[in-house]
């Protein structure tokens, strides 16, 4: 159940309307590395993961519910940048005031002028935020990475806020207004701060290499195919060893005769690998049993009751 | 800034699994006219409405943060419905445990079977919910309607409302579980809670007809164009007084015979109205004087700050 | 089945071109409050009307017909408002002929820069409307709500129409070209009359509250929960009578509380209503029966034919 | 303007209810080839045809006005096809009414077992068409394809209208309704008739090949470049004369020795044809002349009037 | 199996940074009639060609790796055309050194003004190019048309090539960079080029119309309905013979009449036409044996094996 | 420039046609996890690390023509796995032959059955791969990220890799065919190979955290605020030092009290870090200096030119 109160996370403030930002702002609004999409993307996660792995589940909860609050932020900001559009287009008898003002009054000509990078500022929303990104493409589902295993779903919010605090470091770099940049910083920095709750929550699954159950094949598991020709270049992820499984990078020069003489690599034999077929084998065999047990033995096969109340 | 209680705010639970049941209740999670479209509707209306509608504020915002718990409890739903789905992927090293199911063990059979309505249960979100709807459409901002103005906004919710409610009827004649059709009678009944709270909000705006603040041509605003020929019905949507206005319907039974005549409606008068051009006229200037006056009295020009600590 | 005449519904003109308007007017064309999706959305929900309701069929047919002649007008104003565009653009071999319009030249400088808002017009539809919004995002399906049932749809089409009403308002303030303005004002005033078709329709419907067949939990139909604290308004929306079903508004302060108190709102008990599960139960009954008689009469069960020829 | 009558353009009938059917016919509603899209994609073409090209207006809205006809006869054979559904939604007090109907009574649970295949006809639409494909995905503005040049939109007609009939042609494989065949095979036959008159109408107009104004350059018209090694295949397309310009195709065996060794192709000389880059620049300009003239003479620069009433 | 060369197909270079036409250029790296839309459609139509084509699969696989090559080039004009953007954004630290530039120095203003027309290339990809079209619309997978028959899908690529074509030709006059015209100009020429390839491939097959294997009613396959009323327009494609049946045209002046006294069409008889539906039922079965041998011959129905090492 | 040969890179195989499962694997052809939009993401990405980066540029241009490469074999096993349907459907005369199968022929029943998991494939793709996930949902160009920063970049990779690694085991559980399982086994192993590459070459760039150039404000790096009430959980994400910086997170065990009293954290001051406002400072601008200079030395700001033949 969620909960809200009046004051932001953050003392938003504006110094003057900015509406070429507030249109730029809303990549973080409604982009696919925005808020309401890490919001969205840590709360979807939670679901699964509230049953098998409640202390995940908390962490997750906590951190949406913090992006929500990032949220309204980003909102409140925008529509501060916005300022007195929505109380202009009130004025509608005025015969074309708005655009009346584009005779001989500079300042609010440049006002105008730059509102006109988002168009649907004024046509549509009527000077409000839209759930839209910076070019106005409408938040999609498709944002959202939620896979029912946390080995990847950690790694997915790694990426994604990664993403999110580059585009607040390129944000910050349009507005010379101290109160935004004072904003956009703490919501930048918080960011940071996620990412490294994720990655040591990463690190409390082992192995969590590689990621989900299964081990995958020695046979190809350390080839590197030079598939793209001239100014080849070297480095440790195509010679030495491979960062997760220790295994030596396998240098495939010439790919096409490669493939023609190993019959499509069904004849493939692995090298520098001590895994074998059997050993995979193995391991897949004993983490399948792990990790399916521990999620049955979590997750009632009948009835089902979401919480108690209260919680403890 | 939002707040989360672990605590679900009906007590949701479910008898057994039913992946086909909980396909279909995606609807109500990522549709069109699901929790997270009213919820994020609520929310984005919100903003424009802070400063210059405190009281409209409070309660988008009441409504909205419970939208958004709405939006958990059948999130929680679906994922218990989906059942050991989870769990039986983590055995992934048993040669297509799940797929043998299929031989001889009806029970398991059906369970798969319904499932598969929904593919991506298995092999995209790892049994969890979807930011989709029932067919897999990822959500949209396009969903969400805020127009900045609160005559046009609360008639998006009272129509947002009697969607969701009539998908929740739907929805409820799908399933035989007494412990979920108790859960979507709550969420239905909300809707009908909510329908009415948006129905008496937009009562204390007034006039709030026509919705904005222009009047409308007195010519053009009560002819019937009787554009659909055989089989014409007439009732008191096209005789009699209309029911805003209380202008007389002028049936045009002709339409393409009068367009023609009328020098496309160029030369048309008005007829069955008291509102003359001038009347309008006068209406439009009052009402956008007031209507812009209200708000740009609100709405700081220059530095603005979104809330005061504490709020009060 | 549909005819065309070549004179449009209105006599549709502009002064001069003016491709920045062109650009924003596209809002009206292909996006989600435009002339398209109006005529879509009652085009469709004129299907499941057809047989049980003939004279909603009929007025949704009218209506809609008229919305795809408004389309036209749009689009016909969209692309006199583009003017010389597509010829100047057949004059390909003109070193950048229209580029070289902006060294010197301010007319055609400004002409050329307005139009820059959106480039589509250029390089991809040769100077003639696109299928989108005013940002270039295209039309989509989504947008047309349709759900079969009277008391859901004409309630969408009321808060259709309010949304198309205000874009309309909004657009005329970024024009002064006059013809233009006269052809908005028709376009506008036309989606005040169908708002009252729409109403008067829905009142001919008893009862038409809540929309759909069942009426709703009485334990839950009248509770106002304060989720978002600090600053709290009280209004008819959350005290006093409730305008449907006119019950008692129970204001819950503390939802947190209650909710754990009553055990998820399992425990809750019906306050401040007539209302009780057993008149809720008959009514439902009554009404499941009554709607779909109806519905059941009209629409044959084996072979059926859409009209007669000729129609009666 | 349009006009609609209720008679179908044909007489659509069904033998008795198919929702399966129902569901994959909605590929002709609101799928990409179907007559949504051919309907839109004619009428948005008519715009920029309008005054340059009176005689391909006409015919362009006679056939999206035919395909608006068209649209509404698979919208009605759905409606027909989904029988009762809406009718047994009403029925909502019923416990799960439609659900218990699957213990017992074949012909029904068949009945339900097909509609399955749609969700959404359940829980959204209650019964009706989706302007959405069989999948559920919804109709799309970016479907439509107008460029503002004949010889390119009439091209885009012709492929349309041959995919439209091939996805008739395997619908028509998939009901043994004797009466739906008939609809199907009328509608599929008519998008062969629509294909012959695109087809006629772009050999008016001379030259129509290369599509646009500017001929190309003479060095890269007629190379093939052998991209996919192994197996390769000879024929007229990369050998022999070509088809538009009739110039001698010019294989190019290795295409990367080729590509470094031409320096990036920037040193490659024209050879097997007759063209050169002055006879081309000479007739670029020609083409260009005249076309822009053509539309220009025919778009005033000025005050513009769609039509005159009555139209000629 | 795909290889890459470091070296471009063509030898693409800008002459200065233009981020106003990277923008623009972006229609043809991720729009619908762009470089990545002709490659995934080639690519896609060729795995149905592959066993019962092979002569067409190499065609489209040549043409689709070259369009994979031309996306190449394009991507590399773009981020030529960002110039340095990439580098100025990881100058983070200089307090809004971007937005400094704008005070004062007025080259590198106009360039970031001209860089404004995209707002994602400085706060989204961080300059460089992004997968939409010019307007910022992500490519979406409904731009491919794959049919699984060559007479649709060849015709589907002429259509494309032809879109493909006119962009280019708009293009070209955006930009006066000589560079970067030549490059356009390559990329267009090799559309024509393509257009003649797909036509002589269909030329290869006969008969290939009607596209598909179904020939068509013969009393629908040769009427004109006059829909569009007012200013009709007579020539080849409504009166004489029919271009690909051959049949003569019959122009129905009334419709709505015409539908009525023919009860819907279905008693309407053929005229102006040899064909029978007995001799359209024989070609039917001829070609739909001879069509589906042709297919069924080549691909295996038990086990199959995509190709051979080495292949022939 | 891309270069194809026949051969797969991996010999794919199937043993008999699997409809239902080609369905499935749709959701690696056109995917947000799938093989495109690896490949895509990759190849976008090379761009603006081309001049600046021209070993990462290698990388990931080997690793993108790879994942093009597997795409092609994800399309090769679904064309396999349709079998006979682009045959069947060829026999389009005879008289609803797929549809008769259903009766009585148990073998091709099931075949069909499988197949209604996805009307398209009958209905729009003719037998062979649509460009969508395993719901039909087309691809978007939203699925890939590039945001010019490798630090950024690199992580996004590793994600997506461990997604797609997921999505495969996921997959193999749904099949038992041998062929298709090895195949299966290939693809995912390939992941975890190209996970580590990316992995390594992440380290290989120093500093790379926190990603991109700023480093955060000190006093917000290190605070968990508790924002999910009850069942609590603490691990190294709230207590402890930090992964990245290394500094000991601050628990906020109650965040609506703190952020009022800290004046929206305006207030809030630094606590647990040896990081000052200073130190960032300093170290913000040492970092915009080199990483600035590095990309502005190697890309030029006048004529630009992609690559040299040959390319060394």
Redesign the interface.
Known sequence: ?????????????????DP?FA??LL?QF????GE?AAA?QY???A??M?Q?H??KY??L??????E??HL?IV??????LL??I???????????????LLDGKAKKEDFIHSA?????F????????????????????????????P??DL??N???E??A???Y????????DP?VKETL??L???E??H???????L??IQPN??????Q??P???????????????R????EGK????GETWQYIED??KH??ES????DHQPQGTDRTMKSV?KK??E???E??Q???KA?P???????E????
């Not at 202009?88 to 005031?97: G, P, R, V």
């Not at 006109?116 to 649907?120: D, K």
């Not at 019959?263 to 069904?266: E, V």
């Not at 096969?301 to 919480?307: A, L, P, T, V």
Request: glycine share 8%; net charge negative; charged share 15%.
């Open positions: 159940m969620f909960y809200h109160v009046k004051e932001l996370q953050f003392n938003a403030r504006v110094s003057k309307p070429a249109s730029m990549e409604g982009g696919p590395n309401l969205m709360f979807t996660q679901f699964a509230r098998p409640p202390d908390d962490m909860m906590d951190i949406a519910t913090e929500f609050s309204e909102g409140a900001t925008i529509q501060m300022g007195p929505n109380g202009e287009l009130k004025n509608a008898a005025e015969e074309a005031e708005i655009m009346q006109m990078m988002n168009p649907q004024f046509v549509l929303s009527g000077g409000g935020p839209t759930v839209t990104n910076s070019q106005g493409v409408p938040w999609s589902g498709s944002y959202v990475n939620a896979n029912g295993d080995t990847v790694r997915s790694i990426a994604a990664s993403r605090k580059i585009v470091e390129y944000l910050m770099q349009f507005t010379t109160y910083s703490f930048m920095t918080r940071v701060a990412f490294q709750m994720f990655e040591a929550a690190e409390t290499f590689p990621p989900g159950v299964l995958g094949d046979r190809f598991s350390n080839n590197y195919f030079n598939l793209s020709n001239g100014a080849d270049a480095g440790p992820w195509n491979s960062t997760g499984l790919p096409i493939v023609i019959n499509g690599m069904a084998e897949d065999k983490m399948s049993k990790r399916s521990h999620v049955k997750v096969s009948g009835e089902n009751q979401w919480c109340y209260p919680q403890k």
